[in-house]
């Protein structure tokens, strides 16, 4: 179980760090085994920073961020390398996590130095033959060859073997689709949900809220480092009750559907009018840090939460 | 019929020889459709987008004829091209948010844009201040440089400033892909709020994303191979696709309310075939789930109804 716990993260821009971007704030969600998590937010609103932070690539502000109870802020050395080998990612652009200059074999070389160094030469190469089986590449026919040489999709499938080269529990993929053609993201997609059959827990990062419907088990919304709404896929995609989920829910070009037509009443319409928010914390929430505060993020039914869309800095409504 | 296209080749000069990007494309674009260009990366949809404007060094005119509003464009004359561009035919760039003058201030470029095209800038300025009204911008970004702008303003800004002398035809070249989608929809919605205010006369949209497409476009055309698949309205394309590689291409899409566990989809096995050396016949040949004997030779571009066009023995 991978658990983020208040997370925080701030970055110093401006002249000499002088002003505080707070790009994620106080983010709680976990990933359990064979779970698909999908965040889900637009550019900005920190998604990119969370995986990076699940990743040790980013330090954590605030909060803690844990696999099965143990924080990972404090790993170091060994302990960390033995973390890698549970947790690991892949990015948005596959060329770029490619060194051009060598053949690809040795994106799983580097592996081998760090973590596979006591194996014999035929035990690597039935254990690299089962990790490219698993994401459906021949050996043969694409480790001799340079980056260039492979299209987006057997790069990214590549990528995604390295991964599971060790005994990766947790997979972080960012936007590991956005660059591939429509004719083959979408079995890169089924990958994952295979490789979801087999036990690993996937946070899958992407602004296409269509492919986080179809892949995912549970949906993370992100407004500006916020999560504004989470829950179970089916019910943040068919009942979603933050406005501004409503309002990314509304804006996705459909392909059956157009845009001005009228869309059927998400979820029943008195349901969606009221807010659920309020009813649960009649009162309005006084300045996070005090003990008594409801919790911006509140359960409005079995594995959804929505944020209030009002309660902002000042805690107003 | 605004715009006329038959036959156009244009192939890119590499060391390795010509790569055949535009490999015989013939079709038509009435006034005030909007024609949606689909297809995967690499297919040629932004090599005919960028050569109706600007066929530049690295390209190669080689047949084909191209007629706007009955003028025939001299588009492997990149000097008499000149008196089109801008006035008749126009194109917004794909990364058109990288497409502005960094060291410039917008008003400023705007203005030696538009001197550059023999046009003084006081007699569009107050058509500029409308249009940026029309797009949710405020006068004063003209005063500003491009780095102060988010990247959806920069976007409608381009849009503004294309379309500024009222083309006869506007290029669209991927416009919403680097956009968030709330973003997305409002440029989508732009354009077409410019047809309707006849601030152009036709469009081609370019992209690679056929659900904005289905949205906005009239007419959408599926490019493969350098080569067009098929043209028809887009109603039509959606649910009777008489193309193969159209059919699974948008069968592979996923859609809200379409999930993994539920209901699989499938994408299409295979990989285009290298332009440099196109095989002969149907280029879709090798991932063509019907491909049969007669698909060694070239299927013809054929209009197998009113209005529905495609290349395909099995759709004829």
């Given amino acids: ?317 | 019929m605004s715009l006329q296209v038959t036959d156009l080749r244009v192939y890119y000069r590499t060391l390795a020889g010509d790569v055949k990007a535009l490999d015989g494309v013939t079709f038509g674009v009435a006034d005030g459709e909007i024609m949606g260009l689909a297809g995967e990366s690499g297919c040629g949809k932004s090599t005919l987008g960028n050569s109706l404007v600007r066929i530049d060094g690295r390209m190669k005119y080689v047949a084909g004829r191209v007629v706007l509003d009955g003028v025939e464009l001299p588009i492997a004359d990149s000097d008499e091209m000149d008196h089109f561009r801008y006035h008749e035919i126009s194109i917004i760039p794909q990364y058109a948010m990288s497409a502005l003058n960094p060291t410039r201030k917008i008003g400023k470029m705007v203005a030696e844009l538009v001197e550059s095209r023999r046009t003084p800038f006081r007699e569009v300025r107050d058509e500029l201040a409308r249009r940026l009204d029309l797009v949710g911008l405020t006068p004063d970004v003209l005063d500003r440089y491009p780095i102060e702008l988010s990247g959806g303003m920069k976007q409608r800004m381009v849009m503004v400033i294309s379309t500024l002398l009222n083309p006869s035809l506007l290029i669209a070249d991927e416009i919403t892909s680097a956009l968030d989608v709330s973003s997305q929809k409002a440029v989508a919605q732009t354009l077409l709020e410019f047809r309707e205010r006849k601030f152009v006369g036709s469009m081609i949209v370019v992209t690679h994303d056929v659900s904005i497409l289905y949205q906005i476009a009239d007419t959408l055309t599926v490019m493969y191979a350098g080569k067009l698949a098929e043209k028809a309205a887009t109603d039509v394309i959606m649910e009777r696709p008489r193309h193969p590689y159209t059919h699974l291409l948008i069968s592979s899409l996923p859609e809200i309310g379409i999930r993994f566990a539920e209901k699989r989809l499938s994408g299409i096995p295979g990989a285009p075939p290298s332009l440099l050396n196109p095989p002969a016949g149907c280029r879709f040949r090798d991932r063509c789930p019907l491909a049969f004997a007669k698909c060694a030779e070239e299927p013809p571009w054929v209009e197998i109804e009113p209005g529905h066009s495609a290349a395909c023995w099995k759709a004829s």
């Fill in chain 1, 1 to 317: 179980m991978l658990t983020l716990d208040r997370v925080n993260k701030s970055y110093r821009v401006g002249l000499f760090g002088g002003t505080e971007l707070r790009a994620v704030r106080d983010v709680s969600f976990d990933i359990g085994a064979g779970e698909v998590v999908s965040l889900i937010g637009e550019s900005g609103s920190g998604k990119t920073t969370i995986g990076k932070m699940i990743l040790r690539l980013l330090v954590v502000n605030g909060g803690s961020i844990a696999v099965d109870g143990v924080d990972i802020a404090g790993l170091a050395g060994a302990e960390l390398r033995a973390y890698y080998r549970r947790v690991q990612g892949v990015f948005q652009d596959p060329f770029s996590s490619c060194n051009p200059i060598f053949k690809v074999d040795h994106l799983f070389s580097v592996v081998r130095g760090v973590y596979f160094g006591g194996l014999s030469e035929a035990d690597w190469r039935r254990k690299l033959a089962a990790s490219l089986g698993t994401v459906n590449l021949e050996p043969g026919q694409v480790l001799h060859k340079y980056p260039h040489q492979l299209s987006g999709g057997q790069v990214q499938r590549l990528l995604i073997a390295r991964a599971l080269l060790l005994d990766t529990q947790f997979l972080v993929a960012d936007e590991i689709i956005s660059m591939l053609d429509a004719s083959t993201r979408i079995d890169v997609l089924n990958l994952l949900g295979d490789l979801k059959a087999r036990g690993l827990g996937i946070l899958f990062i992407t602004h296409d809220l269509s492919l986080g419907n179809y892949i995912s088990d549970r949906t993370v919304i992100l407004r500006r480092g916020r999560v504004v709404e989470m829950g179970a896929t089916p019910k943040v995609f068919g009942n979603p009750l933050h406005p501004y989920t409503r309002m990314l829910i509304a804006s996705v070009p459909l392909l059956h559907r157009k845009w001005d037509e009228a869309r059927p009443a998400a979820g029943d319409g008195a349901a969606a009018e009221r807010c659920v928010y309020h009813e649960m914390y009649p009162r309005t929430a006084p300045a996070r840090g005090d003990g008594e505060a409801p919790p911006l993020l509140a359960a409005v039914g079995d594995d959804h939460s929505v944020a209030c869309s009002r309660a902002d800095e000042e805690g107003g409504c």
